[in-house]
């Protein structure tokens, strides 16, 4: 028989038995949720856990937008700090702030014994990341990290072809418009908020997590070079602008393109091209991967569709029925309460050392871009 503390000892060091005393106390019953942030993500967050009947029992905001939020949502609470939200009554919390908030925030909620599901990147820091894994295991507490591409059909289908098979070259992209002059000054231009980087931790960070996913092999190497497009810029009215000689003007630092070169740990070579200001593209993700029995080929602007060929030639399957972009996120927190509540044994999603390795493939990836892509290895 064990008292207490001891059984607290023993589940640190056994995170099988983390999860399942976890799922054995939760099992059947619904989650009080505190959501930190009120922006977009945070209604999608919030949308999907309305629709598992999860109960959303406090927002937090440094601002005024926490009461809005809690108002639109019918949440009773609405706080203006971390600390203030734990004098509520909780047991999981939901990270949508800037990524530069994330590791306090995290840290103070898992020393309060709270489960938390982040937004990506969940830290900027490889130290960070990893102290944050230590709190999470140590007090046996669930923790995810939102990388919502894991969750289509077709994904879903391409590890399975992958599986087994002898992985040799990776490629793609990641382009978006969203960045194109003229555009909103925002939060990601500030690196307090966004960090140092901002299209490798916004949407390159998709891309290497899905590359990790579907090869199971991690990123062991990098080499990058960045491009900021118009470096400074005239400010009018909230929106940047082309023109230096503007009455305001703002410097801009983080890049807006990268080529990005990785090599992983199962020996497959990797190729990535990331931007946010082409032309034409919303939101295309673009994966190729190469191995010995056969390929695979995806795209998130057609995500229902998987191509792949083998030794008898060329094939293609459509999901027709299933997720589009804003159901992955719904089918994520979904997968993850599923875990959290017993009812799941093999969940998809990233946990925090997953997410971890990610942190350290971009911190590697901005060393190598300040030495002029130099290779540089990456600290797992």
């Known amino acids: 028989t064990l008292n207490k ?23 059947g019953e619904l989650m009080k949720v505190a959501i930190i942030g009120a922006g977009n993500i945070a209604n999608v967050h919030a949308k999907a856990l309305r629709g598992l009947g999860q109960e959303i029992v406090a927002a937090v905001s440094k601002d005024d937008s926490a009461k809005s939020f809690a108002q639109h949502w ?50 900027l820091d490889g130290a960070q990341a990893k102290e944050l894994c ?35 070259l990776a490629w793609g992209s990641y382009l978006q418009a969203f960045h194109r002059l003229p555009c909103a000054y925002s939060w990601r231009y500030d690196e307090s908020l966004a960090g140092k980087m901002r299209a490798v ?8 997590d899905l590359l990790s996913f579907l090869t199971g092999q991690d990123v062991v190497q990098v080499s990058a070079l960045f491009q900021c497009e118009t470096p400074l810029r005239g400010l009018e009215n909230g929106v940047m602008i082309d023109n230096d000689n503007a009455e305001k003007t703002v410097q801009v630092l ?21 931007s946010e200001t082409i032309y ?26 998987l191509d792949y060929a083998d030794v008898q030639g060329s094939h293609s399957s459509t999901h027709a029925f299933s997720s589009a972009f804003n159901e992955t996120f719904a089918d994520f927190i979904r997968d993850v309460y599923d875990a959290m509540q017993g009812a799941n044994a093999a969940p998809v999603y990233a946990d925090f050392s997953q997410a971890a390795k990610n942190v350290a493939v971009c911190e590697a990836i901005y060393q190598s871009a300040k030495q002029s892509g130099k290779y540089i290895e990456v600290s797992l």
């Not at 995290?106 to 020393?111: C, E, Q, R, S, V």
Request: hydrophobic letters at 40%; one cysteine or more.
């Open 5 to 27: 503390q001891e059984n607290i000892k023993l589940i640190a060091r056994d995170k099988t038995i983390v999860y399942n005393r976890v799922n054995s106390n939760r099992k």
């Open 74 to 123: 019918g949440i009773t609470h609405a706080a203006s700090s971390i600390q203030e939200v734990l004098e509520y009554d909780f047991d999981v919390a939901h990270i949508c702030t800037p990524p530069a908030l994330h590791y306090e925030q995290i840290k103070a909620l898992l020393l309060a014994g709270k489960h938390v599901v982040s937004e990506k990147p969940f830290t």
């Open 134 to 168: 230590t709190l999470a295991e140590q007090r046996a507490l669930f923790n995810a990290v939102c990388f919502n591409n894991r969750y289509y059909a077709a994904v879903q289908q391409a590890k399975s072809l992958l599986s087994g098979d002898v992985l040799h």
């Open 201 to 208: 931790t916004e949407i390159a960070s998709h891309w290497i």
């Open 254 to 274: 983080s890049e807006d393109s990268a080529v990005l070169h990785l090599r992983l740990s199962g020996g497959t070579l990797a190729s990535l091209v990331v």
């Open 280 to 305: 034409g593209k919303t939101n295309e993700l673009c994966m190729q991967i190469s191995g010995k029995q056969r390929s695979v080929a995806w795209n998130s602007e057609n995500p229902y569709r």
